[in-house]
């Protein structure tokens, strides 16, 4: 393919300054040690007996130590005398099916051998209640078919509305745990009722109808590490999860700017947001109903290098982009993108970029298309996701704003070196 000159012809790149983030924040040390004692908190009152049928519910994010707190639970449950099953709880993720759906948890390091327990894996829901006149609300039947079961999530920032629960709990409790049909009439009623509305009265009615006994609630600071682990009666789940997000919000990774000219993001990946690529940290966000985050970050264009091994082709996200690789395009599996934004109503997230033939055309065109003549004066950032944001990679425009920052020290200056294919060499 022929591209204009300003893309092919050789760019004198600036200097980039390695910054690094130093955030105050705390860490649980031994994960396992915490989950136990929260689990003996809540395990008393939670009606789980011997050889009773637990499903342990688990979603498809990259959370720390998630092999770790499963297994755990798994062999607390045992310990107990009951009987734990892995439920994957996902959505549509995996590509709508249940061979799918093990395949993510187990790329996650959740499998049978590791946990001790069998993942029984499904898309078979039944309707449990009705909200907001007539909006079926779904649970799945393997959950039915077990005497109890036990959610885990991670509360943090929704990638879509802002509200008093946003991406936690009561998110999975209804969507992730509704499979593919809760996932879609839920979100198609959002549209109506909106978000807010129906998570509050979809999570409610799971926990009146459901044989769910208890969450186990997640929290991790800048760093991805967990800094909070608590265990939440189904009754209190809601006023508890309220707390957990305000002490999420406050630990949430985010750029330390207002204003870019370019923001290179090195992967994205379903592994790293629910979005493919945090507009809680890009600020892009263009789907109906979904909130305004460019009070966060204000980008002129975004460019995608790569898509994530553990999104197993979900590029969910990369519409929300201006341009991508075409090393992302040839790990594209459109289906199971087009069923994440079809199910999700998030169309414009499938939406495939302008495509280049490299990292070095993408970030160049990028660049040249921003107005801005002289290099120099653009206002450029590189990292490696949306999730990895407390160290990055700044252009010398941006070098007062950094100076002028408590946390931030810069740790050392590269140029921009590309292989022979034009692939980016800085990760």
Request: aromatic content about 6%; overall charge neutral; proline content about 4%.
């Amino acid at each position: 393919m022929n591209y204009p000159a300003y893309i092919e012809e050789p760019m004198d790149f600036p200097d980039f300054y390695r910054v690094s983030m130093h955030y105050p924040s705390t860490r649980i040390e031994c994960v396992e040690d915490h989950v136990r004692a929260e689990l003996d908190r809540v395990l008393p009152q939670s009606g789980i007996g011997e050889k009773d049928r637990v499903a342990v519910a688990v979603g498809s994010r990259g959370i720390s130590n998630i092999p770790v707190i499963v297994k755990t639970l798994c062999d607390r449950l045992k310990e107990k005398g009951a009987l734990p099953h892995i439920i994957p709880a996902m959505g549509s993720h995996g590509g709508a099916h249940g061979p799918g759906q093990k395949a993510v948890l187990e790329s996650l390091g959740v499998t049978e051998a590791f946990c001790g327990a069998p993942i029984v894996s499904s898309m078979d829901v039944e309707k449990i209640h009705d909200i907001l006149d007539g909006v079926p609300v779904y649970y799945s039947k393997d959950c039915i078919s077990m005497d109890h079961a036990i959610c885990i999530n991670r509360i943090k920032p929704h990638t879509k509305f802002k509200g008093p629960v946003e991406s936690g709990i009561y998110k999975m409790l209804c969507i992730g745990m509704g499979k593919h049909s809760g996932a879609l009439s839920l979100h198609q009623a959002a549209l109506s009722h909106g978000f807010n509305s129906v998570i509050r009265a979809a999570g409610d009615a799971v926990i009146q109808k459901s044989n769910v006994r208890f969450a186990l609630a997640l929290v991790e600071n800048q760093y991805d590490q967990l800094t909070d682990i608590r265990a939440i009666s189904s009754a209190n789940v809601f006023d508890e999860e309220k707390e957990l997000l305000i002490k999420a919000k406050d630990q949430f990774p985010t750029l330390p700017f207002r204003q870019l000219d370019v923001l290179v993001i090195g992967e994205i990946g379903k592994n790293i947001s629910g979005s493919g690529m945090d507009p809680n940290v890009t600020g892009r966000a263009f789907d109906l109903m979904e909130d305004d985050f460019s009070k966060n970050l204000k980008v002129t264009r975004i460019a995608l290098l790569d898509l994530c091994e553990k999104s197993a082709g979900n590029a969910i996200g990369m519409g929300n982009a201006d341009f991508i690789t075409e090393r992302l395009y040839g790990k594209l599996d459109y289906e199971k993108t087009l069923i994440n934004a079809l199910t999700s109503l998030s169309l414009r997230k499938a939406f495939i970029p302008i495509r280049l033939k490299n990292d070095r055309c993408a970030i160049q065109a990028a660049m040249k298309t921003t107005g801005i003549k002289n290099s120099e004066e653009l206002k450029v950032v590189i990292i490696k996701n949306t999730r990895e944001v407390s160290r990055f990679w700044a252009s010398p425009a941006l070098l007062g704003e950094i100076n002028a920052m408590e946390h931030a020290e810069i740790v050392g200056k590269v140029k921009l070196d590309f292989t022979s294919s034009g692939d980016l060499i800085l990760f």
